[in-house]
Nanobody, 117 residues
Framework: QVQLVESGGGLVQAGGSLTLSCTAS????????MGWFRQAPGKEREVVAR????????YYAGFVKGRSTISRDNVKNTVDLQMNSLRSEDTAVYYC??????????WGQGTQVTVSS
């Protein structure tokens, strides 16, 4: 089992920046990748970014590419998502996730990001 705890959400003005952090504990040796999804009210959950635990390869959804950076610290078992130039449409609950052994996916509890225009 892997446990995930997020932090860093909050209220920010449009054009501002925010960094979300996720700390993993438990069987972190089984983690293959970590990343972030988000879910806005009335919309489906969508992937934001992910990073390979082994080689650091990254993926960004089109709507954050060029505005966000995902990074990992394999020693501290943390993943950060720095988001810049935030827009009102970035308002959502952001969920950290981890891909573990046997294609198991673990989820954090979610952190609210609200961008005011």
């Amino acid at each position: 089992q892997v446990q995930l705890v997020e932090s860093g959400g909050g209220l920010v003005q449009a054009g501002g920046s925010l960094t979300l952090s996720c700390t993993a504990s438990g069987r972190t040796d089984t983690i293959a990748a970590m990343g972030w999804f988000r879910q806005a009210p009335g919309k489906e959950r969508e992937v934001v970014a992910r990073i390979s635990w082994k080689n650091g390869a990254t993926y960004y959804a089109g709507f954050v590419k060029g505005r966000s950076t995902i990074s990992r610290d394999n020693v501290k078992n943390t993943v950060d998502l720095q988001m810049n130039s935030l827009r009102s449409e970035d308002t959502a609950v952001y969920y950290c996730y981890a891909n573990g052994a046997g294609a198991t996916t673990y989820w954090g509890q979610g952190t609210q990001v609200t961008v005011s225009s």
